[in-house]
């Protein structure tokens, strides 16, 4: 008789929140011990590295109270290509890869409501 | 007759997948990276084609894309005019190499230092990874685009595929052409095996193997239809090709028979590669989903599980859905 061939499961598929790489999976773990590249040197101690992982970690959290301080103020961004624009800032997605924004002042219109793309952001500022 | 095949769809990508890649076999098992003219290339599991991240930041079609052996880097060439490199275990972004037209192939030397390019601008560069800031290495000569450059011979020579309809062998330091293969149509395709030197090139409907050093045919195969990739299986007793009407074929690499051909993308197969442990094989489409076909079918490898009849009434309530001999099962 012929045997037949059973799939156990379909592939995962992406996950539509994020972009993977599972920091908790174990090559992850076992390759970037400190997830931090600047600092994967040999002879590095762990007292510097939890010193650097402190450091990374309270920018980090500036960052994201930055993202919070910005919700529904005028930014002004600096681009490439000599680019200026202001707008009311909405939310960033969670990459940090596009920013939401409203009333976007360009020179050719105000957009109602546009996506910046976070890496042609050269710079932003706003008043507290 | 032969059994029919259930491969398993890694779906995901939105636009066709016109290239992919596997690492080398790595202690967390081998990788396999998949470009797409959705921009975004992905990383999976090799065995069971399970996603694993997506890498960010390409702002054009990728056409090319490649892992390093140990699957800790990964590098991507697209139309935005730039090759990147990767982290492949964090997935971030770690190089752009800027061009001055769309970049359709990149490789990593063996061991990672050095990265090559190659494009529309008909250009080949060598970039130094460890001096990323430096100008690389360039190798004139290709008239037209060139789809393919690829290291050989222990990374000393270079070949490389381009739409001048010539296959060029060069060598690195001096960046000189040693030799030169021409074709009356442009070769869609090229794989180089460094174990046994064997060069694998399509164009048309054939499949042709040379030898990687020499340049000389060994032999040449003809398909059903037009072929865009082929593979050579690790041990050499098989290749296996997809083209335009959408099927896999695999042959005997020996007597040249076609052994049997498979359906299930909905578009034409723009790359098929065998894993390096040739127990199965991946496909990309036009359909924009990657397909992986099993060897030897009937084994029980990644997801495949072979079940003899008398095991199917007990309460083995895992399997989805089984492959009979008879219809194929449309998805």
Same mark, same amino acid.
């Given at each position: 008789?012929?045997?037949?061939?059973?799939?156990?499961?379909?592939?995962?598929?992406?996950?539509?929140?994020?972009?993977?790489?599972?920091?908790?999976?174990?090559?992850?773990?076992?390759?970037?011990?400190?997830?931090?590249?600047?600092?994967?040197?040999?002879?590095?101690?762990?007292?510097?590295?939890?010193?650097?992982?402190?450091?990374?970690?309270?920018?980090?959290?500036?960052?994201?109270?930055?993202?919070?301080?910005?919700?529904?103020?005028?930014?002004?961004?600096?681009?490439?290509?000599?680019?200026?624009?202001?707008?009311?800032?909405?939310?960033?997605?969670?990459?940090?890869?596009?920013?939401?924004?409203?009333?976007?002042?360009?020179?050719?219109?105000?957009?109602?409501?546009?996506?910046?793309?976070?890496?042609?952001?050269?710079?932003?500022?706003?008043?507290? | 007759?032969?059994?029919?095949?259930?491969?398993?769809?890694?779906?995901?990508?939105?636009?066709?997948?016109?290239?992919?890649?596997?690492?080398?076999?790595?202690?967390?098992?081998?990788?396999?990276?998949?470009?797409?003219?959705?921009?975004?290339?992905?990383?999976?599991?090799?065995?069971?084609?399970?996603?694993?991240?997506?890498?960010?930041?390409?702002?054009?079609?990728?056409?090319?894309?490649?892992?390093?052996?140990?699957?800790?880097?990964?590098? /991507?060439?697209?139309?935005?005019?730039?090759?990147?490199?990767?982290?492949?275990?964090?997935?971030?972004?770690?190089?752009?190499?800027?061009?001055?037209?769309?970049?359709? =192939?990149?490789?990593?030397?063996?061991?990672?230092?050095?990265?090559?390019?190659?494009?529309?601008?008909? +250009?080949?560069?060598?970039?130094?990874?460890?001096?990323?800031?430096?100008?690389?290495?360039?190798?004139?000569?290709?008239?037209?685009?060139?789809?393919?450059?690829?290291?050989?011979?222990?990374?000393?020579? +270079?070949?490389?595929?381009?739409?001048?309809?010539?296959?060029?062998?060069?060598?690195?330091?001096?960046?000189?052409?040693?030799?030169?293969?021409?074709?009356?149509?442009?070769?869609?395709?090229?794989?180089?095996?460094?174990?046994?030197?064997?060069?694998?090139?399509?164009?048309?409907?054939?499949?042709?193997?040379?030898?990687?050093?020499?340049?000389?045919?060994?032999?040449?195969?003809?398909?059903?239809?037009? +072929?865009?990739?082929?593979?050579?299986?690790?041990?050499?007793?098989?290749?296996?090709?997809?083209?335009? $009407?959408?099927?896999?074929?695999?042959? $005997?690499?020996?007597?040249?028979?076609?052994?049997?051909?498979?359906?299930?993308?909905?578009?034409?197969?723009?790359?098929?590669?065998? =894993?390096?442990?040739?127990?199965?094989?991946?496909?990309?489409?036009?359909?924009?989903?990657?397909?992986?076909?099993?060897?030897?079918?009937?084994?029980?490898?990644?997801?495949?599980?072979?079940?003899?009849?008398?095991?199917?009434? =007990?309460?083995?309530?895992?399997?989805?859905?089984? /492959?009979?001999?008879?219809?194929? +099962?449309?998805?």
């Amino acid at each position: 008789m012929s045997t037949l061939v059973t799939v156990l499961r379909l592939p995962r598929g992406p996950d539509p929140n994020g972009r993977g790489f599972d920091p908790n999976s174990p090559r992850f773990v076992a390759l970037c011990p400190t997830t931090i590249s600047a600092s994967t040197e040999t002879g590095t101690d762990s007292v510097e590295i939890g010193e650097e992982q402190r450091a990374r970690s309270a920018l980090r959290e500036s960052f994201l109270r930055t993202l919070i301080a910005m919700t529904n103020k005028q930014v002004q961004f600096h681009m490439y290509e000599r680019v200026k624009v202001e707008a009311k800032f909405g939310a960033s997605d969670i990459d940090v890869l596009n920013f939401q924004v409203s009333e976007l002042q360009t020179p050719i219109g105000v957009q109602k409501e546009a996506l910046l793309r976070c890496q042609d952001v050269i710079s932003y500022s706003f008043d507290l | 007759m032969a059994m029919r095949q259930t491969p398993l769809t890694c779906s995901g990508h939105t636009r066709p997948v016109v290239d992919l890649a596997f690492s080398g076999i790595t202690p967390y098992g081998y990788f396999l990276i998949s470009a797409c003219k959705d921009g975004k290339p992905m990383l999976r599991q090799g065995d069971t084609g399970d996603w694993i991240g997506t890498f960010l930041g390409h702002k054009g079609a990728v056409w090319g894309a490649t892992l390093n052996n140990e699957a800790t880097k990964a590098a /991507t060439a697209a139309a935005d005019f730039t090759a990147k490199v990767w982290d492949a275990v964090t997935g971030d972004e770690v190089l752009t190499l800027a061009h001055k037209h769309i970049v359709k =192939s990149v490789n990593f030397t063996q061991d990672s230092s050095c990265l090559l390019t190659g494009g529309n601008d008909k +250009i080949i560069r060598i970039y130094d990874l460890n001096q990323p800031e430096a100008e690389p290495q360039e190798i004139t000569g290709h008239t037209s685009a060139i789809k393919k450059a690829l290291w050989c011979n222990n990374d000393t020579q +270079i070949l490389s595929a381009a739409d001048d309809k010539t296959v060029r062998l060069w060598d690195r330091n001096s960046t000189e052409v040693v030799k030169q293969l021409s074709f009356d149509m442009s070769v869609s395709s090229m794989e180089y095996i460094p174990d046994g030197e064997v060069l694998v090139i399509t164009y048309g409907k054939t499949i042709a193997f040379y030898n990687a050093l020499s340049l000389d045919m060994i032999k040449t195969v003809d398909a059903p239809a037009s +072929i865009h990739s082929a593979s050579l299986h690790p041990d050499k007793d098989f290749f296996v090709a997809g083209g335009d $009407d959408f099927k896999l074929y695999k042959f $005997d690499y020996g007597t040249k028979e076609e052994l049997e051909s498979y359906k299930g993308h909905f578009g034409p197969v723009h790359c098929v590669r065998f =894993s390096p442990d040739g127990e199965l094989y991946a496909s990309g489409s036009e359909d924009g989903t990657l397909r992986l076909w099993q060897t030897a079918v009937g084994k029980t490898y990644g997801l495949w599980k072979c079940v003899l009849p008398e095991e199917l009434v =007990s309460e083995n309530s895992d399997t989805i859905y089984c /492959t009979p001999a008879a219809p194929e +099962i449309k998805a």
